[in-house]
């Protein structure tokens, strides 16, 4: 590693340092039984249960490799939005909706890929 890269990777460690002390010390707090809250938790939830059904999927062969990646390729989609939408600290109604409708499409997509009569190897 050269010298510009060490110090390159210093000060984006000391940057990323104050980041973490402010964010730590700026007296925000969340509250987990805010509408928001309590809206992310269920979407964080039903995500894992997809995910779950998935990892059966692929431990009883319902899934083929193929499609168990395309569906985690899915699963990461809606990750990503989940991960957008409170990315303000904050999750909308809206946003919400937005999110059960991936998932909704996620769901049907694991319930056809499972009983579509392909058998792992």
């Known amino acids: ?3 510009a890269e060490k110090s390159r990777i210093e000060r984006a460690e000391n940057q990323a340092s104050k980041d ?6 700026d007296a925000q707090s969340g509250d987990p039984n805010s509408a928001s809250s309590k809206r992310m938790q269920a979407d964080v939830q ?3 249960n997809q995910e779950q059904r998935i990892e059966n999927g692929i431990r009883n062969g ?7 990646g395309n569906l985690e390729r899915g699963q990461a ?3 990503r939005k989940e991960g957008n939408a409170a990315a303000n600290g904050h999750v909308g ?3 919400q909706r937005n999110i ?3 998932e909704n499409h996620q769901s049907k997509r694991i319930h056809r890929e499972k009983h579509n009569d392909r ?3």
Do not use: C, F, P, W
């Not at 973490?20 to 010390?25: D, G, L, N, T, V």
């Not at 319902?62 to 168990?68: I, K, Q, V, Y």
């Open 1 to 3: 590693m050269t010298n």
């Open 20 to 25: 973490i002390y402010r964010e730590k010390h």
């Open 46 to 48: 039903r995500n894992a």
């Open 62 to 68: 319902s899934l083929t490799n193929r499609e168990a």
């Open 77 to 79: 989609r809606v990750d």
């Open 93 to 95: 109604a809206g946003e």
């Open 100 to 102: 059960q409708a991936a």
């Open 119 to 121: 058998k792992r190897d």
